[in-house]
């Protein structure tokens, strides 16, 4: 059966701008993803349901891309009966665990002050709670993971494609080419690969080497129009994956070069690779900068050495 795929346009408090969330209509009705908490949000998501003839009662089940707040503080609006499905790592992030969230400013204290970020303790709390502003509390009824196909839409299968988040997935229908990308590729901003607090007992995740072989997954996909979390439909994603690999390669080669000057911690690489950026949007700037890290220690081209607790990066 032929997929409608209608997409909606959320405002959003974010630099980012509108988020789209999709509705798919087959077997059931489908909402991909949804806007974040603000009255903008809701009131052009409901205004656009409308003008479709549709109405929240009328949604069967949401699917989440991933558990970032402009994609799913809305889930505050669905009747108790809506299923939310998605990736089992949504549910401490759209439930708002109170022991995860304790995890995450743990974690960020910890991992700031081996990274050699000057921070207070209460300013990793402040960066953690903010995160969860505009998101919802919900929980995650279905996992679906890798290989899965979408209930009510069984063309659609479900492609784990971490990186962004942890939780990203992507749905692509092998019959039209059509592929539901939240956040993994997007024309207006290239997406940020995110530090995210583990597991319990697990490494932290190498957020930028997952993004970058999820993209590369992609190239390999029958893929004909991507459906993207934000901006313009992209019918053309091997060139822009291509741009992306190509400026990511240029960034990792800047640091090397800096690098290859004078041992640096990440902070310290942080402010001279976002001499504007860094302080408004620490977190995001941050997790570049480790992401690139990460990057060329896998490729050997660069060794972390710890002296008193803070990790220094020099060049091989
Ligand atoms: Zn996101």
């Known amino acids: ?80 009966h809506v299923r939310v499905i998605g990736h089992q790592l949504n549910e401490p992030y759209i439930s708002q665990d109170p022991l995860f969230k304790e995890r995450q400013i743990t974690f960020t204290k910890h991992l700031f002050q081996q990274l050699g970020v000057p921070l207070r303790p209460d300013e990793c709390e402040r960066i953690v709670k903010q995160s969860y502003t505009y998101s919802c509390t919900a929980h995650v009824d279905d996992v679906i993971k890798e290989g899965d196909r979408l209930k009510g839409h069984e063309q659609f299968y479900v492609i784990e494609t971490p990186g962004h988040a942890q939780s990203h997935l992507s749905f692509l229908d092998e019959t039209t080419g059509h592929f539901i990308g939240g956040d993994l590729l997007l024309t207006t901003i290239s997406s940020n690969p995110l530090m995210e607090a583990p597991y319990e007992g697990e490494e932290r995740q190498k957020s930028l080497l997952q993004y970058k072989a999820s993209l590369n997954r992609l190239l390999h996909l029958p893929i004909k129009t991507i459906y993207p979390g934000h901006g313009q439909l992209i019918t053309s994603h091997h060139e822009l994956i291509e741009e992306r690999f190509k400026k990511q390669e240029k960034r990792a080669n800047t640091m090397y070069q800096l690098l290859k000057r004078k041992e640096m911690t990440a902070f310290h690489l942080c402010r001279k690779l976002f001499p504007v950026l860094y302080e408004e949007a620490l977190f995001l700037t941050m997790s570049e900068t480790v992401g690139q890290l990460d990057v060329l220690l896998e490729a050997g081209q660069i060794e972390e050495v710890q002296k008193d607790g803070i990790l220094y990066y020099k060049a091989n």
């Not at 052009?44 to 707040?69: G, P």
């Open 1 to 80: 059966m032929k997929e409608d795929i209608i997409q909606l346009s959320i405002p959003t408090p974010f630099a980012v701008g509108d988020v789209h969330a999709y509705i798919l209509k087959g077997e059931a009705v489908t909402l991909v993803d949804c806007g974040p908490m603000t009255e903008e949000a809701e009131h052009a998501f409901v205004t656009q349901l409308h003008e479709h003839r549709l109405s929240i009662d009328d949604i069967d089940q949401v699917v989440l891309t991933h558990h970032h707040a402009d994609h799913v503080g809305l889930l505050n609006l669905m009747k108790p």
